[in-house]
């Protein structure tokens, strides 16, 4: 099974040294395909057994988060079933808030007060204006602002053209500008 | 090249650091020559920091990572028992719940923790880290050692035997007693010992020796200071940091607790 002709234990190993150091990216995303916690435990569990029954497949070198991205959206579409439980969080703020808990928010004690968002009214404007992107926008700006994936490892992940990755992420982002574009002002990103 | 081209081919894979070559300089040129595209480019990374910021990284529940753990064990189990179960026989499931609840909960005070005793992470991803963590995860439910731990002599002899620091901490005054020794080699083939701890209280720590060349470390003078040590808040754990005086090696260690506590247990224990 390992390529390089490794016993399980090392082949275990090498898979918790390279691909397990992602289970938070991959949680990360799987919460924000599912939309809820229960939904998104299943999918990036999945996800973790499948890439570990490949390891074999995923060529050393290369970035192993955009491996298991990719086998997360293909369980995302393909075999992934919206379970019939009920939703734990109603609204999608509601799910935001209680997701707000647990999210890591490394910058958030000294970030730069221009982009600091403020608990305020203006904060529920850019939630409101992230949910009402479609999906196939916001995935790939997740995919290049949170993930940190180049356009070509998106282009890998969601099995489309660089182009369209490279157009979708553009559009996505005026989609959005133009939605901020009156919090942004308000906040001095943008000025007019 | 004008303000319409730069913002319709250029502006987005910019502010991406997608360009690269003639491109990128033809894009540094027009933003040094232009204010409003500057301004634009500024508000496109803006955009990517909200975006960075209010859709960031969410921890992995702690019981969600126990029960990941559990399925890569019995996948490891249905890989090496080839069928020996009688036909109709349900896969022995228990072996594992017993103990996923142990280590989930462990991991529970561990986030706990961090909540409390908030610090910011150290910027970006460090594997050495990640892999010091994985390790210290998995043997809190499994710890094999596979060099001769009788006594710490014995597992200092087997490090030094392949050319690793035989430092061993004690940590005894804080409670915690020595469980063993490993010596394993690490997927770029460099040899990395792991010294396990445990305390009567269940509380563990993990301590790593490695050579450190080419390995994606936080700067020299980043994180909290301590003695010669560096200590680090990274995904939910503490990390002490410390290059070893005799040069290319360092000790990662690894632990649950609080940062203030550690570093008790660190001013209390010695080489
Ligand atoms: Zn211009």
Redesign the interface.
Known sequence: ?AQKGGT?EEQ???????A??H??????MA??LARN?HDA?DL??ET??RA??FFDRFEQGTNCRAWLLTILFNNFRNGYRRSAREQPAGSPEEFERK?EA??????????NP??A?SESGMERE??AA?DALPAEFREV??L???QEL??QEISQVLNIPIGTV?SR??RG?SM??EA?TAY?KERG???S | MDCGAYIAEF???HA?G?LSGEQLRLAEEHIRGCTECA?RLA??R????????????????PQ??G??LA??DA??RD??AVRPRMPGMRRPMIRHLRWAAPLALAAVIAFVVVILN?R??P?G?F?PF??A???YQ?FQSNFAPNVPSGSPGEIADAYVNHKLPGYLWNFQPSGYKLVGGRL?Q??DGRMVTDTFYRADDGGTILCRFMTYQNLKLPPRDSGEPFGEHHMFTY?GYTICLSYLPTGKYICILVSGEPMKKFMQDISASEY
């Open positions: 099974m399980s275990r190993r090498r898979f918790e040294e390279e397990l150091p289970l938070d990216a991959l949680y990360t919460v924000r916690s435990s990036v569990q973790i057994l570990y029954r997701i647990e999210s890591l928010r490394p910058d958030s004690s000294n970030s221009e982009t968002l850019v939630e992230l700006l997740l290049v602002d949170v180049s356009y490279k992420v553009s982002r959005l500008r901020l942004a990103i943008i000025r | 502006l987005t894979a991406d997608e301004q508000e496109e803006a955009l990517k920091a909200i975006v960075r910021e209010r859709r960031g990284v969410i921890r992995t529940p969600v990572r029960s990941i399925a890569l996948a490891d890989a090496v908030h910011p992470a910027a991803e594997p990640d892999a963590i994985a390790n998995r394993d690490m997927s995904r």
